[in-house]
């Protein structure tokens, strides 16, 4: 491709979402080059995500149509003049905060959102514009990728180059839904050798922040899902006991508890988004030194919090993307990768051509179903 038609605007098919409650449409869109500090990338793969379905359903702000999608891998087809790190060519995946790691809040050491590439939720780049559009209407993207279309442009500032050598369909698990679950047990609980912690929700987050801890040395690692078929699934990742909350009238707490003796785990991690379970997570863990994080995403407003167990020294907390930066935090998951210590194929379970994206809509109420891999090109 010469330089001439890399700088021009590319036609190509995208799953649109015109509006909550209607399917997607394939379209032809037009996808603009790169600006500056931009990337324009051929995407391969890409996977679906519980927060896709929010997104459609207008969390947190209601924005149509959109190209929908947010993990996925591609080859950069283009750059702009100020990128630095990467070239025509590379395998990318794209990652929704960026990190600059000169800011206050990179150089912390206490979060993962950087203020010079902040979190973006307007369905927009960070200048503010559209880089999509179809029959000259324009299209918001989401967290600045749209991963359901043939070629999307990104800041490079929001993505990882990946090896070529890596499963492409294990890349794509990886830009979100994986490894934020991974990063929630890692980085953001900080799992200690011996302790014990239950994971609410064994979709795929689920099932990383279950990796993580097996990984970080949890001795007791408790799942809880309604789902009886994700017991196996979870095993495979690390998980000690299950527990099937439609099995007794007791609630998810005191189940929890049973298991512990009493005294409940020391982290609890809530991975479902039922807003009722945020509560529940924190009234699992220990008395005075327990920490419930909330890792799953959901559209209710607020969510009401017992209050004894925060007066007794509970730690009720939420993060996002697993609280991990994506210079310095995505080499170590690349590297379990790398040396086949996550579990990732056991995540794949259902595969469609981005035709058939409504199917995946589908798909992801089946019990036995854990990821859609999305084959684009």
Known sequence: ????????????????CWGNGEPMKIEEIQVEPPKSSEIRVKMLYASFCHSDILCAQGFPIPLYPRVLGHEGVGVVESIGDEVKDLREGDLVIPGYIGECQECENCTSGKTNLCLKHPLTLNGLMPDGTSR???????????????????YMVVDANL???IDPNLNLAHASFLSCGFSTGFGSSWKVAKVEKGSSIAVIGLGAVGLGAIEGARIQGASQIIGVDINERKKEKAQAFGMTDFINPKESEKSISELIKEKTGG??????????????????ALVATKPGIGKAIVVGGGNAATVQINFLSLLCGGTLMGCIFGGLKIKSDFPYLFEKCNKKELHLDELLTHKIPLEDINKAFQLIKQPDCVKVLIKIE
């Not at 491709?1 to 649109?16: D, E, Y």
């Not at 020391?266 to 379970?277: A, K, M, N, R, Y």
């Open 1 to 16: 491709m010469s330089k001439s038609s890399r700088s021009q605007v590319i036609t190509c098919k995208a799953a649109v």
């Open 132 to 150: 999509m559009s179809v029959r000259g209407q324009k299209l918001y993207h989401l967290l600045s990728c749209s991963t359901w279309s043939e």
């Open 159 to 161: 993505v990882y180059k």
């Open 263 to 280: 005294l409940g785990v020391d982290f609890c991690i809530e991975c479902s988004g039922v807003t009722s379970l945020i509560s529940e």
